[in-house]
């Protein structure tokens, strides 16, 4: 749920919760967290445990992702189209 409610409209992606819980693996396996090891094996184990269910509910909702990327992509050309139309009429 972290992954779709901290995602921008610009970022969305399919599959968002597969690719954070990818993501915070990997973070924590970089040298960039200093917490202990043993909160490290921890957290790795939720995300690990947690991948399958990412999985299962990243696919039953990846029509509604797709959606949700195209209606932005189109809207957002739309917008800029409206934009750049009375631009164009005024110079002429």
Same mark, same amino acid.
């Given at each position: 749920?972290? *992954?779709?409610?901290?995602?921008? !409209? +610009?970022? $969305? %992606? ?8 990818? +993501? ?12 202990? *090891? $043993?909160?490290?094996? @921890?957290?790795? %184990?939720? @995300? ?6 990412? &999985?299962?509910?990243? %696919? &039953? &909702? *990846?029509?509604?992702?797709? /959606? @949700?990327?195209? *209606? @932005?992509? /189109? ?9 750049? #139309?009375?631009?164009? !009429? #005024?110079?002429?």
């Amino acid at each position: 749920m972290r *992954a779709r409610t901290e995602t921008s !409209d +610009k970022e $969305w %992606t399919v599959y968002p919760g597969i690719r954070q819980d990818i +993501k915070d693996t990997g973070g924590i396996f970089s040298d960039k967290s200093s917490n202990p *090891a $043993w909160i490290k094996g @921890l957290v790795t %184990t939720i @995300l690990i445990v947690d991948l399958p269910f990412s &999985v299962v509910f990243d %696919t &039953v &909702v *990846a029509s509604c992702d797709l /959606y @949700l990327i195209y *209606a @932005l992509k /189109y809207s957002g050309e739309k917008t800029e189209s409206h934009r750049e #139309k009375p631009q164009r !009429d #005024k110079m002429r």
